[in-house]
């Protein structure tokens, strides 16, 4: 597997950084907010982060390619392609709760190799990928080895975003130590701290998952689609995280079934 350079890492930092600095200037301030046409909020915080990392990948990395949430795609088929969703969770965001992250996403030929989930507010950085050990600001992490669903703690961003999975989730709900709803990428960087255990997601696009499964995997954890195949370029954004294998192996199964 291709690593990223020690430019690349740098650049995504300074992406984190850049980006950072223009959400906390909206924060819990007056904004307009759109609805997009999948009727999903979006506010100029939003685009606003996403053009200045944007413009700075393109100083410093012009024949790399850019998908973002905001404004689309650039260069798509080039062999490194950053991936950006400034705002992660901006409905938590245009509520002024501090649960929303930035993701930098960077792949390798369709396949995330590095991640950085950003929380400008808390200053909360998590970074990790294929040959890159996850950190949350500097410090090492790992998830946790909880190895039994009876002691596992489970999370969606809410009951509404789950369709087929809704009896899977509220199933193991019950089964679980406790339940916990809110978050969106936030929750993935839970799991790859060790206080989360579990995730369970679908309908997310590229630019929701690209930057969460190189930190969690590279904490320990396991991160596929429902069929157990590893998140890429074109992957359908039905989503299972789990804290290592053992759990992993016993939810899949049910999401499996789901597949048609």
Request: proline share 6%.
């Amino acid at each position: 597997m291709t690593t990223a350079s020690p430019a690349q890492i740098a650049l995504a930092h300074q992406l984190a950084d850049a980006s950072a600095a223009v959400i906390r200037g909206y924060y819990r301030s007056t904004l307009s907010i759109d609805d997009k046409l999948d009727a999903s909020p979006v506010t100029q915080a939003d685009r606003e982060a996403e053009r200045v990392m944007r413009e700075l990948i393109v100083a410093n990395r012009p024949a790399d390619g850019i998908i973002g949430e905001e404004f689309g795609d650039e260069r798509a088929d080039a062999d490194w392609v950053w991936v950006l969703d400034p705002v992660d969770g901006t409905k938590s965001f245009t509520v002024g709760r501090p649960l929303f992250v930035t993701l930098i996403g960077l792949l390798y030929k369709g396949v995330p190799v590095l991640g950085i989930i950003n929380q400008p507010i808390a200053q909360d950085r998590w970074i990790g990928g294929e040959g890159v050990p996850a950190t949350l600001n500097n410090e090492p992490i790992k998830a946790s080895d909880v190895a039994q669903i009876a002691q596992a703690r489970i999370g969606t961003t809410g009951p509404e975003y789950l369709n087929a999975a809704k009896p899977v989730f509220n199933a193991l709900a019950d089964a679980c130590r406790y339940p916990i709803y809110g978050g969106d990428g936030y929750l993935y960087a839970q799991v790859a701290s060790g206080w989360l255990d579990l995730v369970i997601e679908e309908g997310l696009k590229l630019h929701d998952f690209a930057a969460l499964a190189p930190v969690l995997q590279a904490a320990g954890g396991v991160m596929t689609d429902w069929q157990g195949k590893p998140l890429q370029l074109g992957s359908e954004g039905r989503v299972l995280a789990a804290a290592n294998a053992d759990l992993h192996a016993q939810v899949l199964p049910q999401l499996r079934a789901l597949v048609v």
